[in-house]
């Protein structure tokens, strides 16, 4: 079993829908979480950065943590066409593994006009 | 300001070769990461470095793979006797610290034929 789970998809929504997208993790030790967004052929680039459990909002992106069901989530509202990314989760515990990350496979998103 | 650079952008070679992946790090930048991506996966963690000293090398798959930083700037993923197994997406990452986001790179298409 790996470490961070992620459904790859492929999820396929219209303009305007709202958007959850999740990642289960087995390693309590985990503290840091992180959402990433990756356009084809692009490295990796930071969306959402969360420590410990809670909720973060930032425009149209809401992150949600819980810690005790070893759940994340990320919710687009409003989604546009430009959205359409692989989304990857990932997570360190700042701890042993300091700077290390671990990424779930990434799921990929596309919304139609 | 200039972001992760990595060259090649593409890099085509026969099993058994050896190749060299660079990394140019965003200035000012100690801590520089490597990673991998195979095709729809999220990326695994191979190496970090903090300053010049190889922090953690646990993710490195096996002896065939080693990685410099000898000026704590610029970082050489150095790869022999490559086999088509290691035919992926090498992403380097760098960030202020350790403990800071993590900005990646585009990523060097890596095809071993």
């Known amino acids: 079993q790996k470490e961070v789970e992620q459904d790859p998809g492929p999820l396929s929504v219209p303009e305007g829908a709202i958007v959850s997208l999740n990642c289960t993790y087995s390693n309590s030790a985990f503290q840091y979480f992180m959402w990433y967004r990756q356009y084809s052929r692009k490295g990796p680039e930071l969306l959402m950065y969360t420590y410990s459990s809670g909720n973060k909002e930032d425009g149209r992106f809401t992150a949600q943590v819980d810690k005790s069901s070893k759940y994340i989530s990320l919710f687009i509202r409003d989604s546009q066409p430009s959205d359409s990314a692989t989304y990857l989760c990932a997570m360190s515990d700042r701890g042993s593994t300091l700077g290390r990350l671990y990424f779930g496979r990434g799921t990929q998103l596309t919304v139609w006009p | 300001g200039a972001g992760v650079s990595q060259t090649p952008s593409n890099k085509v070679t026969e099993k058994g070769k050896y190749v060299e992946l660079r990394c140019d790090p965003i200035s000012g930048h100690t801590a520089l990461y490597w990673y991998r991506q195979s095709l729809g996966q999220g990326p695994e963690f191979l190496i970090y470095f903090q300053g010049t000293g190889a922090a953690d090398d646990s993710g490195l798959p096996n002896d065939r793979f080693f990685a410099v930083r000898p000026e704590g700037s610029v970082s050489t993923l150095k790869i022999q006797r490559t086999e088509r197994g290691d035919s992926a997406v090498y992403l380097c990452?760098?960030?202020?610290?350790?403990?800071?986001?993590?900005?990646f790179g585009p990523g060097t298409r890596l095809t071993v034929l």
């Open positions: 990452a760098s960030s202020l610290t350790e403990a800071d986001t993590q900005y």
